[in-house]
């Protein structure tokens, strides 16, 4: 079983939906929670992070995670054609190397004009 | 500007060949890390170094060699061994602590074998 599982998707969406991304992880020892965001060809860049259970916003963009359903989420609301991009949810912390992150293999995601 | 630099952006390497992928940064982060990247199946880790003359193996090293001998610069060489070595690779950067540490990554670079 992978550490983190996550739907590859392709993910279409209308301009103006509201977007919802999860991922699911089997390590209940993970403490920190991250969305990253990939252009085609290009490297991740950090959209949000999480510190253990709850909710973080930030514009457009919501993180949510469920600790003891071992679930993160991240909702985009307004989603505009520039959000076409691949996300990639990823964890670190516990026993091991705090630095060591656990990524998803990435939800591609499409917003039509 | 502080960032990280990967060159070159596109590489080509024949069969039997060894290649050396650059990774630069300057933002005086401590660690250093090589991932590699294939469609549907995420970001794996092949090397880490938390400290100049130091790193580890990561989940997929075999195939892969890296040294670290100034704290800005993680060069990372696929190797003749590694047998499928077409795909992406990334380098990151991060500064350590017991906590949250966001990883920086570099614009990658596309590695293909002829």
């Known amino acids: 079983q992978k550490e983190v599982e996550q739907d590859p998707g392709p993910l279409s969406v209308p301009e103006g939906a509201i977007v919802s991304l999860n991922c699911t992880y089997s390590?209940?020892?993970?403490?920190?929670f991250m969305w990253y965001r990939q252009y085609s060809r290009k490297g991740p860049e950090l959209l949000m992070y999480t510190y253990s259970s709850g909710n973080k916003e930030d514009g457009r963009f919501t993180a949510q995670v469920d600790k003891s359903s071992k679930y993160i989420s991240l909702f985009i609301r307004d989603s505009q054609p520039s959000d076409s991009a691949t996300y990639l949810c990823?964890?670190?912390?516990?026993?091991?190397?705090?630095?060591?992150?656990?990524f998803g293999s990435g939800t591609k995601l499409n917003v039509k004009p | 500007d502080g960032g990280i630099t990967q060159s070159p952006k596109y590489l080509f390497r024949k069969e039997g060949q060894n290649v050396t992928l650059s990774c630069e940064q300057n933002l005086n982060h401590d660690a250093m890390y090589w991932y590699r990247q294939d469609p549907g199946q995420g970001l794996r880790l092949i090397y880490y170094s938390q400290i100049v003359n130091d790193f580890q193996k990561g989940d997929i090293a075999e195939g892969y060699s890296v040294s670290r001998e100034k704290k800005e610069s993680f060069p990372l060489t696929v190797t003749s061994a590694q047998k499928n070595p077409t795909a992406f690779y990334l380098c990151?950067?991060?500064?350590?602590?017991?906590?949250?540490?966001?990883?920086?990554f570099g614009p990658g670079t596309r590695l293909t074998v002829l």
């Open positions: 990151a950067s991060s500064i350590l602590t017991s906590g949250y540490n966001e990883q920086f």
């Open positions: 390590n209940s020892a993970f403490q920190y």
């Open positions: 990823a964890m670190s912390g516990g026993e091991y190397n705090f630095n060591k992150f656990y």
